[in-house]
Nanobody, 111 residues
Framework: QVQLAESGGGSVQPGGSLTLSCAAA????????MGWYRQPPGKQRELVAT???????NYSDSVKGRFTISRDNAKNAVYLQMNSLKPEDTAVYYC?????WGQGTQVTVSS
């Protein structure tokens, strides 16, 4: 199992922004999808966004237009720029690189 290091979570007021980062501790060979999932309190884990090795993106309807996913293949890293955050975005966010999952980072949106 490749170790993934997530960073960038925290607390922010509604309307604020955060950027999450996730990088693999070692190179992952091959072409693979990277993405972000989240698990709100008391709910199941859900898809946020994915990006293919060629840069094609997919977003859940709830974040479309507010979040932007990007990746750096040379660094085996994926990012999530989150703007216009809402209280309902509060969750533990997990990155996934291929079949490898991060440990999760907490994002709390509250006034």
């Amino acid at each position: 199992q490749v170790q993934l290091a997530e960073s960038g979570g925290g607390s922010v007021q509604p309307g604020g922004s955060l950027t999450l980062s996730c990088a693999a501790a070692e190179r992952i060979i091959g072409f693979y999808v990277m993405g972000w999932y989240r698990q709100p309190p008391g709910k199941q884990r859900e898809l946020v966004a994915t990006i293919t090795s060629r840069g094609s993106t997919n977003y859940s309807d709830s974040v479309k237009g507010r979040f932007t996913i990007s990746r750096d293949n040379a660094k085996n890293a994926v990012y999530l720029q989150m703007n216009s955050l809402k209280p309902e975005d509060t969750a533990v966010y997990y990155c996934i690189l291929g079949t490898h999952w991060g440990q999760g980072t907490q994002v709390t949106v509250s006034s």
